[in-house]
């Protein structure tokens, strides 16, 4: 039999085609759950390197440190290949130019999600066109799942084995256990 011979139109690599598929994942990460875990662990097989970027300020009043949040993260991380962990400060788009990054990833949970992913994806768009948002649902058993929900599940002495890496669940209890010390004084 003849080999066939595919016709494959080929067109030149532009150099940042050549080069690795990196990804940043960005949050608060306060701490990173399960469900942070199993978009990170999905992520990889699309990318070729995930820079998980942990927000040095964000938004809202963080429970652990920086350093605490770091630290759960490369506990959790550590046995996954291709992962960077890192911190940053000022705009999301500039980190990830730093970092020759030309993709965010987030997970997108729930319909309330939605709004916030938009705006925020739209706005990053804006300040720098040749970033690319890419969303993954969450798995539906973690859908429910936040970092908010599981810090007052655990203040509240409730069990999160099953929601958060190990390191978590006791960095958690070591907080609150602290927390209660203080109070008592
Ligand atoms: O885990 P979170 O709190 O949902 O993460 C939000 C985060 C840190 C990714 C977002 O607030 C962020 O990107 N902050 C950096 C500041 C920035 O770039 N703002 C412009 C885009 S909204």
Same mark, same amino acid.
């Given at each position: ?8 139109? /080929?067109?030149? @690599?532009?150099?940042?085609?050549? #080069? ?12 990173? #759950? ?30 652990? #440190? ?25 705009? @999301? *788009? ?24 938009? %705006? ?32 007052? *599940?655990?203040? @509240? ?6 929601? *958060?890496? /190990?390191? *978590? ?8 256990? %602290? ?7």
């Amino acid at each position: 039999m003849l080999p066939i011979k595919l016709k494959v139109k /080929k067109f030149p @690599l532009k150099e940042r085609e050549m #080069t690795m598929r990196i990804a940043i994942s960005p949050g608060s990460f306060d701490p990173i #759950t399960n469900g942070h875990l199993d978009l990170i662990e999905r992520a990889i097989k699309i990318f070729d390197k995930i820079i998980v970027a942990v927000a040095k300020n964000p938004r809202k009043k963080t429970l652990f #440190t920086l350093e605490e949040r770091m630290y759960m993260l490369e506990e959790s991380l550590k046995d996954i290949d291709n992962i960077e962990i890192d911190a940053f400060d000022g705009l @999301l *788009v500039n980190f990830a130019r730093s970092k020759e990054a030309y993709f965010i990833v987030r997970g997108l949970r729930v319909i309330s999600d939605f709004e916030f992913e938009f %705006q925020m994806a739209l706005m990053n768009r804006k300040l720098a066109k040749d970033i690319e948002t890419v969303f993954l649902m969450t798995s539906r058993r973690y859908s429910y799942l936040s970092s908010s929900m599981v810090k007052e *599940v655990a203040s @509240l002495g409730g069990c999160i084995s099953d929601l *958060v890496p /190990k390191v *978590v669940e006791s960095e958690l209890k070591r907080k609150f256990r %602290q927390i209660a010390e203080y109070q008592e004084v």
